[in-house]
């Protein structure tokens, strides 16, 4: 094995933005580099789930690299929000523009990282066979990137098509003249229902528990808008970075939705329904996700919306969700409630009779069968610890990261693991990572493991580990912080705390307290000489 080996500085696994972005800074430090990615092709989430519907929900002019001036007056988004082919023709562009397909293996899974105590190294395995060994190896696989199979029983005697959001076909599909089911009613499930029903014959949604979701209002971009966004980019990214989710165009209301009148309560919450949408509306009044009375005024007057656009009431009365406002991750649709008024979509409500089984002509339900040609699966991912967890991840003195993660996931600041050094997680759990713009959040990671790494070479220093003191305090930190929220305690079941995968302990998992407190923590750790780590 060992005369196999190659050997490299830095290793990553995966090529979504985080990947692509940690490449080009470790090449621009000189360093032997290479990424490896399951995929054929760079793009990550935007490489995999191109469904019908796939669009971002933070607005393209933001959902963008910052790191390169050039880039960003050079790339031209044509949508506020656009849709997975424009995202990942963008990540095409990058790593064309930034050379960086040469140093990526594609079409190659890492399947096993341990760490070398004596060469101060990983050895990592792919299932190619390839052997390397690596001084710091950093995960960029992703947050939303290992997907809930999906584990119907009779699945396999089911004799038409199905597929799974997440690992939608490359091929062009045609259901004009199709059945089709849609099992899951989350970000995904609420973006694909109305372009699949307005493409197939007859679509049946089963949905387990209704999402809250708030119009997109997407529209093209015109070049005023752009140009005015072009001119403005330091100002907007600087702002961006120091906000609370990464975004710079969501105003946070500087008032409590308790103090102000019935009347003028609803008048913002339609102009912002009717406006700029999902994340002005979570940051309309100041209190909308800590107090259980203002969150209560934003659960009912989306529900208020649903009675008025859904024209058949007890359709209306499925579709109310009866949790928490900003429970689970709320969502931004194009016409999602709307798409239940058509003739050619029913509802199937199963959350109190869930599917029973899956036949070969379709789904059963409480006895009945529901008849389809393809059955969709958008049913979410083991999120934030799945993929990586998905890798023999083992650290120093034979210790599994998924078993130290047993019970819910310990980091210093959601980058690195005591008893796994010179290893980095990009928007690892403990980091406010899903919570904010991926964008933002990937960039101030990057950054700050290269300026690490680079520190370390500059200073002669071979191992970095954190403390397993810090890696416990900023833990308690992150759950504090959940405890706090109403996110965490308002006893719904979110991916955030892993309760959507079976047997995963319930442990919410990003840092709540924003990007712009957190990068002022990563920031101050960096110009302490990197307090809480020990730098061998
Ligand atoms: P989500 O948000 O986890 O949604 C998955 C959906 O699938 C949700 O409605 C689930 O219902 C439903 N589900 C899961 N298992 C079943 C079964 N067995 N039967 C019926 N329904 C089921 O995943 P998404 O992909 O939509 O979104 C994930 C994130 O990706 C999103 O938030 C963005 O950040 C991007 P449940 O709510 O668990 O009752």
């Not at 339609?270 to 979570?282: A, H, K, Q, R, T």
Request: glycine share 8%; proline share 4%.
């Amino acid at each position: 094995m060992d005369s196999n080996k190659i050997n490299l500085d830095v290793l990553i696994v995966g090529t979504g933005f985080a990947g692509m972005y940690m490449l080009y800074r470790m090449k621009r430090l000189g360093l032997s580099v290479l990424a490896i990615e399951a995929a054929s092709d760079v793009g990550g989430t935007w490489y995999w789930n191109r469904y019908p519907g796939a669009r971002c929900d933070v607005e393209s002019v933001e959902y963008s690299y910052s790191f390169s001036e050039e880039l960003q007056q050079e790339w031209e988004w044509s949508n506020r929000y656009s849709d997975q082919p424009e995202i990942l023709e963008y990540a095409n562009h990058v790593a064309d523009r930034f050379d960086l397909r040469a140093d990526i293996k594609f079409e190659t899974k890492v399947t096993s990282a341990h760490y070398n105590s004596d060469s101060k190294s990983w050895d990592v395995e792919t299932d190619m066979g390839d052997f390397y060994s690596a001084r710091f190896c950093v995960m960029a696989t992703g947050t939303l990137s290992a997907p809930n199979a999906p584990n119907f029983e009779g699945l396999d005697t089911f004799k038409g098509d199905w597929y799974m959001t997440s690992k939608w076909p490359h091929e062009s599909l045609d259901f004009s003249d199709k059945k089709v089911g849609i099992i899951g009613t989350g970000s995904t499930g609420i973006q694909a229902i109305p372009v699949v029903a307005e493409e197939s014959k007859h679509l049946t949604v089963f949905q387990r528990t209704p999402q809250f979701t708030i119009p997109a209002n997407n529209r093209q971009l015109d070049s005023d808008e752009i140009k005015n966004i072009k001119d403005n980019y330091t100002e907007i990214r600087k702002k961006a970075r120091e906000s609370r989710a990464g975004i710079a165009s969501v105003n946070i209301g500087d008032k409590s939705a308790l103090e102000v009148s019935d009347q003028e309560r609803y008048e913002k919450f339609s102009d912002i329904w009717n406006g700029p949408g999902l994340n002005d509306f979570v940051a309309s009044y100041n209190d909308i996700i800590t107090n259980l009375k203002a969150n209560e005024f934003a659960g009912d007057f989306i529900r208020s919306k649903i009675l008025e656009i859904v024209e058949d009431k007890e359709i209306a009365e499925t579709l109310l969700p009866e949790v928490m406002f900003w429970c689970k991750r709320v969502c931004a649709d194009t016409n999602y409630y709307e798409t239940y008024n058509r003739e050619n979509v029913e509802l199937v409500d199963v959350s109190s009779l869930p599917i029973e089984k899956i036949l070969p002509e379709g789904v059963q339900v409480s006895g009945s069968v529901y008849p389809l040609d393809v059955i969709i699966f958008a049913i979410g991912f083991d999120a934030m610890t799945g993929a990586l967890n998905n890798i023999n991840i083992v650290g120093k003195d034979g210790i599994k990261l998924k078993e130290k993660w047993n019970y819910g996931p310990v980091t210093y600041l959601g980058l690195c693991v005591s008893g796994f050094p010179n290893l980095f997680t990009i928007t690892g759990p403990g980091s406010p990572s899903v919570l904010s713009n991926m964008m933002t959040s990937i960039e101030q990671h990057v950054d700050w493991i290269s300026d690490f790494i680079e520190y370390s070479i500059d200073h002669g220093v071979t191992e970095i580990e954190a403390t397993s003191d810090a890696e416990i305090e900023w833990t308690n930190r992150v759950e504090e912080l959940a405890d706090n929220s109403l996110k965490s305690n308002s006893g719904c079941n979110s991916w955030y705390l892993g309760s959507n995968v079976p047997g995963k302990k319930r442990v919410f998992m990003p840092y709540l307290g924003g990007v712009g407190r957190y990068r002022e923590e990563c920031d101050e750790i960096a110009s302490s000489s990197y307090k809480g780590f020990i730098l061998h």
